[in-house]
């Protein structure tokens, strides 16, 4: 630990946990591992007061400290992802430059291929199902040890439902954003519009990385849904940005609010399932379900932008899409609570 003092750590927690394990370093898979497994809370909620019914285990005695190395594990995730989505959107940009735009296409099979050799790397032996799905296998009050939720849980989570609802808005009104101007573009340099397309996708997942990691840095501190609340807030204003200029400067700047937006979005994503599903072994369950809201608003932002575009315009479909970023940002205010422990924010703040 000599290249990272611990002092640098912000969470004390942590900092107590690296203090106790000297031989651990930070920056390994094993930090994260036996992070996510140790119990780092005390027995007893601070002041000594138990919470909930008699009898019954307080929320947070002896439970993992999920959330924040959650949080450590999808930073160190997402910078990676952020990397080649740069990288590739370079190299998409370069190839389609130097060869053709159909030669963009060939590069997905061949990346296609490059995942899945490292996905298949990836020995069995080390994923922990339990811990994956984020099973609590503490006993209940008979001593019986407890299963996974029912399948049910997905529509007895009322807030599952509405940030599902939300997700679906979201990507309703974000999905169409960028092919409508890429379309825009391409019609103002036929010759360049691959590499037009690329300075789109590169520009906000340069804003994409930094705002990323802030927003780890903060939900805790913070909470999610003001951080949320900026993210459902941006979208309405990047889409009426759009039908101010044509020009390629004007639409490619604008374009940098995307990053802003998908920057907190992918950050809390994971996160606020994770503050939902705590202990229900239903985690990835979730996940799918509201990756299915997500590629439904999605696939309906295609149709419903090029109907309006066909008819009216982009403008009119800028603004409609901006509408129902409104409508995402109103439900996700009114209707969502905040998932992160109210300790957690205390302790933190």
Not at 203 to 213: E, F
Request: net charge positive; hydrophobic share 50%.
């Amino acid at each position: 630990m000599d290249s990272f003092p611990i002092a640098h750590v912000k969470s004390p927690d942590i900092r107590k946990f690296l203090e106790e394990n000297p031989d651990i370093d930070i920056r390994s898979f094993d930090f994260f591992d036996r992070l996510s497994t140790k119990s780092l809370h005390s027995s007893k909620p601070e002041g000594g007061k138990a919470r909930g019914k008699a009898g019954k285990k307080s929320k947070t005695q002896n439970q993992p400290m999920v959330p924040e190395a959650l949080q450590a594990l999808r930073a160190f995730q997402r910078n990676f992802r952020l990397t080649g989505n740069v990288a590739i959107a370079v190299l998409a940009g370069a190839v389609g430059y130097v060869f053709s735009q159909r030669a963009v296409f060939l590069l997905v099979p061949i990346f296609a291929v490059l995942a899945g050799i490292a996905v298949l790397s990836i020995p069995a032996k080390a994923i922990d199902l339990d811990r994956a799905r984020d099973l609590d296998q503490e006993p209940d009050a008979a001593g019986r040890s407890t299963g996974p939720a029912s399948y049910g849980i997905l529509f007895k989570s009322r807030p599952l439902v509405i940030f599902g609802l939300c997700v679906m808005l979201f990507h309703l009104a974000n999905a169409a954003l960028l092919p409508l101007v890429g379309q825009k573009l391409a019609a103002a340099f036929p010759e360049e519009a691959t590499a037009m397309m690329s300075a789109c996708i590169v520009a906000a997942q340069t804003i994409m990385l930094p705002i990323a990691l802030l927003v780890g840095h903060t939900a805790d501190s913070w909470g999610r849904k003001p951080l949320f609340l900026a993210g459902f807030a941006i979208l309405p204003v990047r889409a009426v940005l759009y039908t101010f200029s044509d020009n390629s400067f004007w639409l490619i700047g604008v374009q940098l609010l995307d990053g802003v937006g998908a920057g907190i979005f992918g950050a809390l994503t994971p996160l606020v399932i994770a503050d939902i599903m705590r202990g229900t072994g239903r985690y990835n369950l979730a996940l799918g379900a509201i990756a299915t809201m997500q590629g439904i608003g999605a696939s309906l932002s295609g149709l419903v932008a090029g109907v309006i575009v066909d008819h009216f315009g982009y403008s009119a479909a800028f603004l409609t899409l901006g509408a129902a970023a409104g409508v995402a940002l109103a439900v996700f205010a009114l209707g969502m609570p905040e998932t992160a422990e109210p300790e957690t924010v205390l302790r933190q703040s």
